[in-house]
């Protein structure tokens, strides 16, 4: 079972642009699609950016998408999420998932299996 672990969350000013990173301590993401997803307070868990196996497709987030890229590297057996054009609107806390359908780019939480921790961002001006 794979476990999941994120890092690059923290406090960013408006407009700034950090890297996510989600590693597996156990486990190869080869096996798995994976997705980004964001909670913030009083509000449901959405997924921002989704990616199959292969890295070739991938969806986002209305909110995100031309701000936000996803991408994968299988040999280092990482999943990133870029972030551009941060606004208070992305503060939240944000999590690494893994589908085991690995051919699809799915958005919908329950159709991941493993979950990691989750990396708080927080905007400020």
């Known amino acids: 079972q794979v476990q999941l672990i994120e890092s690059g969350g923290g406090l960013v000013q408006t407009g700034g642009s950090p890297r996510l990173s989600c590693t597996a301590s156990r486990g190869s993401l080869t096996n798995y699609a994976m997705a980004w997803f964001r909670q913030a307070p009083g509000r449901e868990r959405d997924v921002v950016a989704a990616?199959?196996?292969?890295?070739?497709?991938?969806n986002y987030a209305d909110s995100v998408k031309d701000r936000f890229t996803i991408s994968r590297d299988n040999v280092k057996n990482t999943v990133y999420l870029q972030m551009n054009s941060l606004t208070h609107e992305d503060t939240a806390i944000y999590y690494c998932?893994?589908?085991?359908?690995?051919?699809?780019?799915?958005?919908?939480?329950?159709?991941?299996?493993?979950w990691g921790q989750g990396t708080q961002v927080t905007v400020s001006s």
């Open positions: 990616v199959t196996w292969s890295g070739h497709d991938t």
């Open positions: 998932a893994a589908d085991a359908w690995l051919g699809l780019a799915r958005t919908q939480s329950h159709s991941y299996d493993h």
